[in-house]
């Protein structure tokens, strides 16, 4: 909008000069054909010109108009000047969402997504938001935003728990400016923090919910609260809210869902989850059980790998005492019969998804699955590959629970995966296919950066020498060739009939769930509404 | 059983029985003709003066070659089909002969085939031997170049199969008749294929697969293993390629099928599984575990992780998964399409029971 205002107003004082004569009304024409004879001189004038040429034409009649009231042409350029500089003033921070949406970064020559999942976002929309904000941005959100982007920082309840810790920090280093109070204006300084995080990857259902929360906290703050007592209560609050919803409903879940975990029996899980994790600890090093676990995972996160990673990591003193890994280093001074919890207790079958079908699924008791949501209509919305696994295994009569904080909860309905996902980068599922660990990402900017540089190098090397590149390119096949045994598809972005699809998540109907175990007790997915309304009663 | 295998045709089928066992003759196809072509050695190197020396030496070899890749359904399968086509022709040799009434289909079945009343029938003279000879080596020939022309069959079958705008998913990229098959639909219709990743064993396979599809100008979508049950709502039909067909209608696949068909059958989606007439085996699987090849462990856990692979009680990784014939909708073969509960009929044609057992 700033952008045509502009236009315009060059327009203005110019077209009067054309027409001050009085012999207005034919000199309009004379000039809207002397823009015609324009366009078919040089064929090549787009459509943006033409529209251009046109408002020229029509500011001169306008013009031409008001000098014949008696507005003289020096008149209207301040006029329009001093309408421009109104505009910019109001472009403050409400204004800078407006602003987001029109500083797209344009698709340099970007695969388009298949149809059937075109309507979902892809990385580079997401980022193209990104850098006309980051001035107002917390410098820990920024961080933060980058762990998320990179995959440091995966799963549900961890992304929550540091989104909170940060907005703790963004709410310590908040000042209040002039003529306006904290309640009124935090919110909207988060809302801005939260804008930049969503670059780095979509909210969480979890995380959602609790901006929700915390967002009306504020709002009940009253205006009379000092400073710095508000910015104390709230954090305060945001602790309160991570130890009650976070902490100890794991450990209320652990509690439940470690009835189902006999000694000996075989317990399947999927990926990474923070709450089941510390449940198989739970029942080893608390419990003293020993039991088998199946880790089954997937490209392109290898999300077991961290959960047997952690596990292995995790000691254990066959002596009663359970030791966790942060006192290793101290548990080994003291005993020397502490052991990772892996040698004998517990006996990890670690399989990659596709294997899973053939014989391993025969002897397992029970199946455990995260969750990354509970929708309204008691679908398990998860990571990709969840929903295959709870299919096979109720078809073959092994109970399905999933073990879900009740912050997870939404009132969204959903009906197959497709139609809301996220998407991840494609290029995660081409780079290093052999590499069996989760993708190492550099920061979007850096791409962007780099890529620039290509480009640049690119064109320099067509400016000067042309006749060397088709020379290169008749001896170029031989390198391709020998990249195809590596990568295959490492320029697939050329090839245009060729798209890659990376979702994250998958959605698991009810039929499959035999129990949802949450701080408020074990339930149906069906129970899932009846959650929600009692949640958002209390 | 006499050891009727001599050095000479020992030395013949060793470099074979040798390059199967390290596995370096790979692809269904190869290994078939690899075998035709040395049994067609074995068949002309051997001496024999009785049709039923000959049908004992080539179950030996049978069993040689089985037993040195003993996963590979196919070495049988092709054993079995030259083993049927000696007794074809010593049948058909044997009714020109004593020009006894042809016996009625039900009586032969269930009467007991007594080789050694034949073995007296059949000392037949040098002539004769020499032109069985040549009808037997001239019929492998043909089998070669039925296993070898295996695709133009298959491929012919795909525009009635595949209707414009269609999603199609194959989770079998390891397979060129599947490549074929999607290739020749092309020329007349307009679809979109979705491939698995097949991670660990196939990954680059299926990477070049897609490439190859793409080149095709089919719209080509590779997706991750783990995707398939959130996008089988959008898939039209699955299409698979098969290394094994059994008896009963179920087959072997790739690891990672059978959770694909699974999950097809769950949203109610076809399953087609191509096959050559090669593939089809006299077999039952009886005991499928022993069915699964399992690969390099390190594969799915890099051994360079020694403190994961150190604390980690069992790694699998599955190379193949038997699928059952519930799951599959329709064969389609180079002589037709079959439901699976027809396939017993089919290999009825081909084989003869007296061979299902070679030892």
């Known amino acids: ?538 | 059983m006499p050891n009727t295998v001599t050095g000479e045709i020992r030395s013949i089928i060793d470099p074979v029985v040798s390059s199967l066992k390290r596995h370096q003759i790979e692809g269904d196809k190869d290994i078939a003709l690899a075998i035709s072509h040395l049994l067609m050695k074995v068949i002309s190197a051997a001496r024999w003066t009785n049709p039923y020396d000959l049908i004992d030496l080539i179950r030996e070899v049978g069993t040689i070659l089985s037993s040195a890749y003993p996963r590979k359904i196919i070495t049988g399968n092709v054993v079995r089909r030259v083993l049927a086509l000696i007794r074809d022709e010593i049948e058909t040799e044997h009714n020109e002969n004593a020009n006894t009434p042809m016996m009625s289909s039900m009586f032969s079945l269930l009467s007991t085939s007594n080789n050694e009343n034949h073995k007296e029938l059949h000392k037949q003279s040098k002539k004769q031997m020499s032109d069985l000879r040549s009808i037997i080596i001239q019929g492998i020939r043909d089998l070669v170049d039925e296993i070898s022309n295996v695709n133009d069959g298959i491929e012919t079958m795909s525009v009635d199969l595949i209707h414009d705008n269609e999603i199609l998913l194959t989770p079998t990229p390891t397979s060129d008749t599947v490549l074929q098959f999607l290739i020749k639909a092309r020329a007349k219709r307009k679809f979109t294929v979705l491939v698995t990743e097949s991670f660990p064993n196939y990954i680059k396979e299926a990477q070049n697969f897609a490439k190859k599809l793409a080149e095709h100008k089919i719209e080509t979508i590779l997706v991750p293993d783990s995707t398939v049950y959130a996008v089988m709502s959008r898939v039209g039909k699955v299409i698979i390629g098969s290394s094994a067909v059994f008896a009963n209608g179920g087959c072997m696949s790739n690891s990672g099928v059978s959770h694909v068909v699974e999950c097809a059958k769950e949203h109610r989606t076809p399953v087609f599984a191509l096959a050559g007439l090669y593939k089809l085996s006299p077999l039952y699987p009886f005991t499928r575990d022993d069915l699964i090849e399992v690969g390099n462990s390190g594969k799915a856990l890099n051994y360079d992780d020694f403190k994961l692979v150190d604390n980690v009680e069992l790694v699998t990784n599955a190379l193949d998964d038997y699928i059952s014939p519930d799951y599959i909708d329709i064969y389609i073969t180079n002589v037709g399409g079959f439901a699976p509960s027809f396939i017993y009929r089919i290999v009825l044609d081909n084989y003869k029971t007296e061979d299902n057992t070679l030892e």
């Open chain 1, 1 to 538: 909008m700033v952008e045509e205002q502009a236009q315009t107003s060059q327009a203005k004082p110019q077209a009067p000069a054309q027409v001050s004569d009085s012999q207005k009304a034919e000199k309009a024409p004379a000039a809207a054909a002397d823009g015609a004879s324009k366009g078919s001189d040089d064929k090549k004038l787009s459509n943006k010109e033409m529209k251009e040429l046109k408002k020229k034409e029509k500011a001169a009649k306008r013009a031409a108009q008001k000098e014949a009231i008696g507005i003289s042409p020096e008149q209207q350029a301040k006029n329009a000047e001093s309408k421009i500089e109104k505009k910019k003033s109001s472009a403050t921070n409400t204004n800078l969402k407006k602003q987001l949406d029109q500083t797209l970064i344009k698709d340099q020559g970007g695969k388009r997504i298949p149809a059937i999942f075109s309507h979902l976002e892809t990385r580079e929309q997401r980022n193209a938001s990104s850098p006309s904000i980051s001035h107002i941005v917390h410098p820990a959100i920024l961080s933060l935003t980058l762990k998320y982007s990179t995959y440091k920082i995966v799963g549900s309840t961890p992304r929550l728990k540091n989104m909170l810790e940060v907005f703790k920090v963004v709410i310590r280093d908040y000042e209040t400016p002039a003529n306006t109070t904290l309640t009124r204006h935090l919110t909207g300084h988060l809302s801005h923090q939260i804008e930049y995080l969503k670059t780095g990857r979509p909210l969480s259902i979890s995380m959602g919910n609790a901006i929700r929360w915390l967002k009306q906290e504020i709002s009940h703050i009253s205006i009379d609260t000092k400073e710095q007592q508000a910015k104390e209560t709230l954090c305060e609050k945001i602790d309160d809210f991570i130890k009650e919803k976070i902490e100890l409903s794991g450990q209320v879940i652990i509690e439940n869902a470690s009835k189902h975990i006999t000694d000996g029996s075989t317990i399947l899980t999927y990926g990474h989850s923070e709450v089941l994790e510390k449940l198989f600890k739970y029942c080893v090093i608390e419990q003293n059980k020993k039991f088998n676990l199946i880790v089954v995972d997937s490209r392109p996160l290898f999300e077991g790998k961290r959960l047997l990673t952690n596990l292995v990591n995790t000691n254990y003193n066959p002596d009663g005492e359970g030791l966790d890994s942060e006192v290793e280093s101290i548990a080994s001074s003291r005993s020397i019969k502490s052991q990772p919890i892996t040698h004998e207790n517990l006996k990890i079958h670690y399989v990659l998804i596709n294997s899973l079908s053939s014989t391993i699924l025969e002897d397992v008791d029970c199946v455990f699955l995260g969750a990354h949501a509970m929708l309204s209509n008691g679908r398990l919305y998860s990571r990709v590959g969840t929903g295959l696994i709870a299919m096979m295994c109720h078809a073959r009569n092994i109970p399905v629970l999933t073990c879900c904080e009740s912050v997870k909860f939404s009132d969204k309905v959903q009906l197959d995966s497709v139609t809301t996902n996220e998407l991840a980068d494609c290029d995660d599922l081409v780079q290093d296919i052999n590499s069996k660990k989760p993708p190492q990402k550099k920061s979007f900017a850096l791409e962007q950066f780099i890529k620039q540089c290509e480009e640049e190098k690119e064109s320099k090397n067509k400016n000067n020498n042309k006749g060397k590149q088709q020379q290169q390119k008749k001896s170029s096949p031989e390198p391709d060739a020998q990249a195809d045994d590596s990568t295959p598809l490492k320029d697939w972005k050329n090839i245009s009939h060729l798209n890659i699809l990376n979702i994250m998540y998958d959605l698991t109907p009810p039929e499959y769930i035999k129990k949802v175990v949450t701080e408020l007790g074990a339930l149906p997915p069906s129970a899932v509404p009846v959650i929600l309304r009692e949640y958002k009663n209390t």
